[in-house]
């Protein structure tokens, strides 16, 4: 999705999957990352638990253009996304549980 307002937004062109009518929590994994595979697991959790939000996860070395671009370092990295697709948080690591619940509190108004 363009930029508007000069905010690069993501949409289903970036994410490969339509992004979720609230939030989206979009997890940037790599095929031998050990903490990739918790980290999906506990996204997948919270996304299920909150009405409108969407987990989806990329892989990073199909996707280097989309890594360059947002400047991805590490996997796991999650970016939670709000409604217009705006990036409201960013982590990089294995998430919490609560960190994830918290960080969607800033996404979904």
């Known amino acids: 999705m363009p930029e508007q307002d000069g905010v690069r937004r993501l ?7 339509e992004p979720g009518e609230r939030a989206t929590l979009v997890q940037f994994s790599s095929a031998f990352c050990q903490p990739c595979r918790a980290t999906r ?9 909150v009405d409108g939000v969407t987990h989806v996860e990329i ?3 199909d996707n280097l253009a989309l890594v360059r671009e947002l ?3 590490q996997t796991p990295t999650v970016l939670v996304l709000d409604a217009e697709g ?3 948080r960013r982590a990089a ?3 919490r549980r609560v960190d994830v619940i918290a ?4 996404a979904v108004v």
Do not use: K, S
């Open 41 to 49: 697991r506990t996204l997948e959790e919270v996304a299920a638990m």
């Open 86 to 88: 705006r990036i409201v």
């Open 71 to 73: 400047d991805i370092r």
């Open 103 to 106: 960080a969607l509190g800033r």
């Open 59 to 61: 892989d990073a070395e």
């Open 93 to 95: 690591g294995q998430p």
């Open 11 to 17: 949409g289903a062109t970036e994410l490969g999957v």
